[in-house]
């Protein structure tokens, strides 16, 4: 590939978009957040599908709630409707109920009431809070567990997450994903912001603030750092970013460009895309930034490095074909296997946590769109439509894939679940919002 045809893959709709934003920003001086601090903006949800089936649960209001910053019940209740398996049902029966009432489960039952959630919170003569909950399961006549946490008032929103995570697997046996995390990068006028949210949106944080752009955002399986690429150099660097402290360490920093950070499951490697040697070549490290090593070696461009999940494979994108497709490799290097196969352009891969489905973009008949791949069977589906979608990433229980599309005319975030049937959006009032990348599950 001549510098002229590698230069307009490079600026491709979707595949250079990142790179192409970054080559257009101004020279600026650059702004660091040293502490995460709260953003006003946030994002708003709207739900367009749904599960095939679906449980109907009922939340009571917390008792004690009265004058606390979140409401427990109406986190709790937007936690589970929006999941899609989850509807709401309503009724004056449950505002007087706690964790420790007794309740006749055939009553509700006969009310189309397959869950029902109540619980109290307390203010503590300390300051903390004392909050408790029940779940009882109307079929099975039972209670799934009574539980009891004692936290800040800081933890309150958080904890309500894990509440509905608590249902959430109790009620459909897989891990909820309401009490993890999402970044992405908001773009406004001469500004730039790396912004920490959970994971419906809400409470945003700022991570880093400059006038520089700021791709490619990386958690650790940790959830305790962030590897991005940031221009305030005025070229592309990658950085490990601790986000408890604010302390930054720029890790690829070689001749060129350094771009695509992705850590490997075991949080002690990450791959990057280096310029340096010339073309676009994959290389690992260590994730204190020694023991660098070369991948990849053909003409053109490799890039968008992801580890499988057993540690053994890198998936990435490359145009050693002709156009950019999806291949896989051995975490060491050594020949590359060709992975997708339908369209002439398909990239930025992603791999779900149990290493059986691939999720990326995919141009078809001139749009760019969402699709996952069933890795045994070689069976691909379409999960977008409105084909102006990038930059796939799956939640850590598997089930759904964070995404940036457009609206109006900016760039907003959505989230699809594997098979496509549960669909919704978080819409930002003003703000342009891409590069989103789904965190792992949070230690206890």
């Given at each position: 590939m001549n510098a002229n045809t590698a230069m307009q893959l490079q600026t491709s709709p979707v595949f250079w978009g990142r790179l192409r934003r970054a080559a257009k920003a101004a020279l600026a001086t650059f702004a660091l957040a040293i502490f995460v601090t709260p953003v006003q903006a946030q994002l708003k949800i709207d739900i367009t599908g749904v599960g095939a089936n679906q449980i109907a649960f009922s939340a009571a209001p917390f008792q004690g709630n009265q004058g606390l910053p979140e409401d427990i019940k109406k986190i709790i209740e937007a936690d589970l409707v929006r999941s899609g398996?989850?509807?709401?049902?309503?009724?004056?029966?449950?505002?007087?109920?706690?964790?420790a009432t007794l309740i006749d489960p055939t009553a509700w039952k006969s009310i189309g009431v397959d869950a029902l959630i109540v619980?109290?919170?307390?203010?503590?003569p300390d300051g903390r809070l004392d909050l408790r909950f029940n779940l009882h399961d109307t079929a099975q006549q039972k209670s799934l567990g009574k539980f009891s946490y004692v936290i800040a008032p800081s933890a309150l929103r958080l904890h309500a997450h894990k509440i509905a995570d608590f249902v959430y697997e109790k009620m459909l046996g897989e891990k909820g994903v309401f009490a993890t995390r999402i970044a992405y990068v908001e773009k406004s006028p001469g500004r730039y912001r790396l912004?920490?949210?959970d994971s419906d949106g809400e409470n945003p944080q700022v991570a880093l603030a400059s006038k520089e752009p700021i791709i490619s955002p990386s958690w650790s399986p940790d959830g305790a750092q962030l590897a991005y690429v940031s221009f305030e150099t005025r070229k592309p660097v990658v950085f490990v970013h601790t986000l408890a402290t604010g302390r930054r360490k720029a890790l690829a920093n070689?001749?060129?460009?350094?771009?695509?950070?992705?850590?490997?499951?075991?949080?002690?490697?990450?791959?990057?895309?280096?310029?340096?040697?010339?073309?676009?070549?994959?290389f690992t490290m260590g994730a204190d930034g020694g023991g660098l090593t070369r991948i990849t070696s053909t003409g053109g461009i490799n890039t968008e490095p992801a580890f499988s999940h057993d540690?053994?494979?890198?998936f990435f994108t490359s145009d050693r074909g002709g156009g950019p497709q999806v291949y896989r490799m051995a975490v060491n290097g050594g020949g590359a296997t060709r992975v997708t196969f339908e369209g002439s352009y398909n990239i930025s891969p992603r791999i779900s946590p149990d290493d059986k489905t691939l999720t990326y973009v995919t141009r078809r008949d001139g749009q760019f769109k969402i699709a996952a791949l069933d890795l045994a069977s070689g069976t691909d589906m379409l999960l977008t439509s409105t084909g102006r979608d990038e930059s796939?990433?799956?939640?850590p229980n598997g089930r759904y894939i964070l995404y940036a599309t457009k609206s109006g005319g900016k760039g907003t975030l959505a989230v699809v679940s594997k098979d496509g049937r549960i669909k919704y959006s978080l819409s930002s009032s003003g703000a342009d919002i891409s590069e989103p990348t789904w965190g792992p599950f949070l230690n206890d």
């Open positions: 398996f989850f509807r709401s049902i309503n009724t004056s029966s449950n505002v007087d109920l706690n964790e619980g109290s919170v307390k203010k503590l912004i920490i949210a070689f001749k060129g460009s350094n771009s695509a950070p992705a850590w490997s499951a075991n949080g002690q490697q990450l791959a990057v895309v280096l310029t340096k040697d010339g073309g676009s070549q994959i540690g053994r494979s890198i796939p990433s799956f939640s």
